[in-house]
């Protein structure tokens, strides 16, 4: 199975700060990576597919990038709704994977 | 509006059976892959099954591979899962999602919950 290397496990960032959490992936898989967002008992919302399209409907301070085994995901400037955690998965290989995710906490 | 809507969780003994279902609705269902994927409590997320638009294709996490059995009955909306041989580390929120064309899932429901216990 692919495994997914998600980083940092959390961060604590002030509002208007750049924000990145990367996911390494065992081996190649191309752009098949999707970004989700969830907060405390909620759904996970996705953000990003493909590694870096942004879904309708997600804010464009949202930016995914990578492909092969690196990939990241950056807010450009962190907002106070932003508080979550965020996973990446990989849908390149079966079994699916999902890294372990990244708890944002706002300062 | 898409959505979809999971039932049928609740408390199973160890070793014992639930059979979760998803309904769907707003999209063209019958077109669409199927997923589930589980949340234990206070932790991460991990996928669990898919299955294809016609039902044919099915793919398991290795967890499970044997013990659940993923179904869909296009006519009705629905896609199920089967879960037996439970344990007690598969007490979790299990969610249903439907897989965009060639790309990742996108989950609609607010999940249902399963407990394992004795």
């Known amino acids: 199975d692919v495994r997914m290397n998600q980083s940092p496990s959390a961060l604590s960032a002030s509002i208007g700060d750049r924000v990145t959490i990367t996911c390494r992936a065992s081996?190649?898989?191309?752009?098949?990576v999707a970004w989700y967002q969830q907060k405390p008992g909620k759904p996970p919302k996705l953000l990003i597919n493909r590694a870096s399209i942004l879904e309708s409907g997600a804010p464009s301070r949202f930016s995914g990038s990578g492909s092969g085994t690196e990939f990241t995901l950056t807010i450009s400037s962190l907002q106070a709704d932003d508080s979550a955690t965020y996973y990446c998965?990989?849908?390149?290989?079966?079994?699916?994977?999902f890294g372990q995710g990244t708890r944002v906490d706002i300062k | 509006e898409v959505q979809l809507l999971e039932s049928g969780g609740g408390l199973a003994q160890p070793g014992g059976s639930l059979r979760l279902s998803c309904s769907g609705s707003?999209?063209?269902?019958?077109?669409?892959?199927i997923a589930w994927l589980r949340q234990a409590p206070g932790k991460g997320l991990e996928w669990v099954s898919v299955?294809?638009?016609?039902?044919?294709?099915?793919h398991y996490v290795d967890s499970v591979r044997g013990r659940f059995t993923i179904s869909r009955d296009n006519s009705r909306n629905m896609v199920y899962l089967e879960m037996n041989g439970l344990r007690v580390d598969e007490t979790a929120v299990y969610y249903c999602a439907r897989r965009l064309p060639e790309d990742a899932m996108d989950v609609r429901g607010q999940g249902t919950a399963v407990t394992v216990s004795s």
């Open positions: 081996q190649s898989i191309h752009i098949y």
């Open positions: 998965l990989q849908y390149g290989e079966y079994s699916w994977t």
């Open positions: 299955i294809g638009s016609s039902g044919v294709d099915t």
């Open positions: 707003g999209f063209s269902f019958g077109t669409y892959a």
